[in-house]
């Protein structure tokens, strides 16, 4: 998507674009090889409309493609410490024949074998890892490479809206969907997207999960050594399918911005895309912390 900058510092720092180029190039070709990865809140009770699907609803009764390599799609992974009874759908953003952004002309991925299709199975296999870290159980909507076997209209494209159908047939405890920005403007940093409306039976948990996440991000990737990004994380109120239409929790991350020229070379950076996973893992992980049991 593209919007205006929500910098609230100084404008991000650049590198000369033949420094970025070739340093993105090495990255990308090793991406490209590796994967193509205090307040008190009550769980609300189920409303009665969803109760007719409840059965098939049981993640754990999930049978979809097999998972090769075994980890993620359609599959309910194990958190490693078990800590967590917690579910967290994890949504690369785009994939198969949709690349998404990184192919605008002012796009400081033009001309790298990368678009945003790449970046976010990168980043969904590290936080699916992180999440695992965290205790959670562990789900992704795809791998790029299968599809859930998810068929019910018997025309699965996965586009917004049939990704969206599919997170309400999980029914997760949270739902993250990764995405790469892209602006006309040198617009630039994360921003964690969230949705108010009567689709979701949990609204109560987006809004105050995102600021978890913004603040996790601001502390995780911010600060880390690799990174030259200086504007704060915005967490706001959005319209998107994922988030719109689903029953659950969950949010939208813009990780940065691919025509900007320091997210650009960050995105692309796996220390960054470690901080930046952990940081959501770990924003998630505080919210549910400051839950009820
Ligand atoms: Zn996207």
Known sequence: MRMDCHCKRTPCSHLPRAVLKACS???ASVLLLSCFPGCSRKKPEVPAETE???EIKRVEDVVLLPASPATGIGRVMPSAS????????IDPGHGFDDPGNGDAENSYWLDLPVREREVTMAVSKKLEAELQEQGFRTMMTHDGVNRPEYDWDQNWRFNPDERAAFINYIDPDYMVSIHVNSAASDACGA???Y???SASKWNDWSKPAAEEIADAIDEFVLTSATTRTENETTYLDASHAVTRDTHAAGCLIEMGFATNETDAENMLNEDWQQSMAHAIAVGIARFFDGMEK
Do not use: S, W
Not at 82 to 89: G, I
């Open 25 to 27: 190039f090495a990255l």
């Open 82 to 89: 078990r800590e967590r009874e917690e579910l967290v759908l």
């Open 191 to 193: 921003i964690v997207f």
């Open 195 to 197: 949705n108010l409306t």
């Open 52 to 54: 007719a699907v409840e």
